[in-house]
């Protein structure tokens, strides 16, 4: 796509800005929807790699106090913002960041943090270390809701995972898997591919 990697900025500006964002649903993926209505609301929440916010969106009007989404890309920002109404916008704060920073801006400070297509988009050799943020950046019983993309495609991004690795790694983090599941409600082509999972840090 462009000279950058996916651990610079610029690479995810120019997939905003040529349309290479097969990501997008334009809406929220349906597992976390529905996961989002069983879990009851808390105070605050967190969404990695938000994008144009969907998933943020969706958990403030399940009831989230505060919700930050958070994006490498000053682009998905700006649409993130565009696309919220006036009756969520009180309740929602978009950022543009390096998630990787999270660990130093925000230890501690989210009550949920949720994960639609960011574990997927960053290079795989930095998996530790973004499971590093999710927990700091939890508090003490904090869950994680994640959407885990386990397809088992070479390349990327997006770069696929297997569930035995996800498991894997959310235990070294010390996430307590207290449900996974492969969702019957994923969009159809990404049926089968992903894993469902709520963790408690501790």
Not at 135 to 147: C, E, H, I, N
Request: with cysteine.
């Amino acid at each position: 796509m462009n000279d950058k990697t996916v651990s610079e900025a610029a690479y995810w500006e120019t997939a905003y800005g040529e349309a290479r964002d097969g990501w997008e649903l334009g809406k929220a993926t349906p597992p976390i929807v529905r996961a989002l209505r069983s879990l009851p609301p808390g105070e605050s929440a967190l969404v990695m790699g938000c994008g144009r916010g969907h998933e943020a969106r969706a958990a403030a009007a399940a009831g989230w106090g505060r919700v930050v989404g958070v994006d490498f890309a000053e682009s998905a920002r700006r649409e993130a913002e565009r696309l919220t109404g006036a009756e969520l916008a009180s309740r929602l704060e978009w950022r543009t960041q390096d998630l990787f920073d999270l660990r130093r801006t925000d230890a501690g400070a989210f009550d949920l943090v949720i994960e639609h297509t960011s574990f997927c988009a960053i290079d795989p050799a930095r998996r530790a270390e973004w499971m590093a943020v999710v927990r700091s950046v939890l508090a003490p019983g904090g869950k994680l809701l994640g959407l885990f993309y386990t397809h088992g495609r070479p390349g990327g991004p997006p770069f696929g995972a297997t569930v035995a690795e996800v498991r894997e790694a959310l235990r070294r983090a010390s996430l307590r898997v207290e449900h996974d599941e492969v969702p019957d409600d994923s969009i159809e082509r990404r049926r089968g591919d992903e894993l469902l999972v709520w963790a408690v840090a501790g």
